[in-house]
């Protein structure tokens, strides 16, 4: 059973790039049934896709963030990383990591990372 | 393509029939997920393919729709239904995912 887990800073200043790995278990991320993806939640408000990562190496990013998001996979260490430079309040959020064998959706996700962007 | 839920928020009571909307700006065939999010949780995945059941979800859970008018029914209401609904599709070109704003569903 596929299962993810988030990990990274929960605090970054302004300015800086916010970092997040995502640790799968249960299957291995190079394989060719997987597709990955980043999505955020500010407090208090909605769901917001990041970006995805798929099977073939491809990624894909929301319009909004892209020129700030890279998204990338580590198979020696069956885990995919989300990086957004140069910060503000605005990116404050619980940052949520989410897969699975249907290109379409996301399960499973994993429990969720909140990140404050502060000085 | 933008997805617009309705109503935003709604009060029920146990064992009421709900019913949650999701408009799709274009037509996306069937293409349309609906998660259940639970306060401090990650959403969880509870109807794919706009109307198949994923495995574990309760029977009073039935989705429906295709091309821009989908809808998520609770036949009858559980405490534990109490929760923020969203819908979520796949744009294929630019390949890009959308959810709709959440539908918050209150204990009346």
């Known amino acids: 059973q596929l299962q993810l887990q988030e990990s990274g800073p929960g605090l970054v200043k302004p300015s800086e790039t916010l970092s997040l790995t995502c640790t799968v278990s249960?299957?291995?991320?190079?394989?060719?049934?997987?597709?990955w993806g980043w999505i955020r939640q500010p407090p208090g408000k909605g769901l917001e896709w990041i970006g995805s990562?798929?099977?073939?190496?491809?990624?894909y990013y929301n319009p909004s963030l892209k020129s700030r998001v890279t998204i990338s996979v580590d198979t020696s260490k069956n885990q995919f990383s989300l990086k957004l430079s140069s910060v503000t309040a605005a990116d404050t959020a619980v940052y949520y990591c989410?897969?699975?064998?249907?290109?379409?959706?996301?399960?499973?996700w994993g429990q969720g990372t909140l990140v404050t962007v502060s000085s | 393509i933008q997805l617009t839920q309705s109503p935003s928020s709604l009060s029920a009571s146990v064992g009421d029939r709900v019913t949650i909307t999701c408009r799709a700006s274009?037509?996306?065939?069937?293409?349309l997920a609906w998660y259940q999010q639970k306060p401090g949780k990650a959403p969880k995945l509870l109807i794919y393919?706009?109307?198949t059941l994923q495995s574990g979800v309760p029977s009073r859970f039935s989705g429906s729709g295709s091309g821009t008018d989908f809808t998520l029914t609770i036949s009858s209401l559980q405490p534990e239904d109490f929760a923020t609904y969203y819908c979520?599709?796949?744009?294929?070109?630019?390949?890009?995912?959308?959810f709709g704003q959440g539908t918050k569903l209150e204990i009346k």
């Open positions: 989410g897969g699975g064998v249907i290109v379409n959706w996301f399960d499973p």
């Open positions: 249960g299957g291995s991320i190079s394989s060719s049934s997987y597709y």
């Open positions: 990562i798929y099977y073939s190496g491809s990624t």
């Open positions: 274009q037509g996306i065939s069937s293409y």
């Open positions: 393919a706009a109307s």
């Open positions: 979520q599709q796949l744009n294929s070109y630019p390949r890009m995912y959308t």
